[in-house]
């Protein structure tokens, strides 16, 4: 999927606001962070970006403490939001949007089913953490595109709320 419009737009209103983003992504394996750089000139608003598939990684790069793992699971609000906030504090960025869901084809069950995704969003000097749940149809890749776009979506409003 071409993602090149969405960030075009995106990129103009981190210029303007002078922010610089940071993904941590768990479900899109780096899509989000893939699709931010896929225009030039985004070193100028983009910092860097955590893949942390596993529950070590969560743990060890972004600090997601081990209980809410053990007690909410890695897909869960609780769990994005100590993402977003390891991910901001563990970068030079001052927004952060981070997610994690079961892309597929399996790893789903009754409670959280295949496409299941929490995103959560953050920015340096606002207490709120957005997080957000979303059930995206379709096959692994499908979920994880869908979650791209409500991911850089959360950005663009992030920024655009005062």
């Known amino acids: ?16 606001h002078r ?24 070193t100028a608003w983009f910092d860097r970006a955590y893949v942390t598939y596993s529950y070590e ?21 609780a769990c994005v939001k100590e993402m977003v906030v390891g991910a901001l504090q563990s970068s030079h960025a ?12 399996g790893g789903g069950s009754e409670d959280k089913p295949v496409g299941t995704v929490w995103i959560a969003w953050a920015a340096q000097g606002h207490e709120e953490i957005r997080a957000q749940k979303f059930l995206f149809d379709g096959d692994r890749q499908q979920v994880r595109e869908a979650t791209t776009i409500e991911a850089l979506k959360g950005v663009e409003s992030l920024l655009n709320t005062p």
């Open 94 to 105: 001052n927004i952060a949007v981070a997610c994690s869901g079961i892309a597929g084809p």
């Open 19 to 42: 922010s610089m983003v940071v993904t941590a992504e768990s479900c899109t394996g780096g899509m989000i962070a893939e699709a931010l750089t896929s225009i030039g000139g985004s």
């Open 1 to 16: 999927m071409d993602f090149t419009a969405q960030v075009s737009q995106l990129s103009h209103l981190l210029l303007k």
């Open 57 to 77: 990684s969560k743990q060890e790069m972004l600090g997601v403490n081990e209980q809410t793992i053990m007690h909410h699971g890695a897909v869960s609000e």
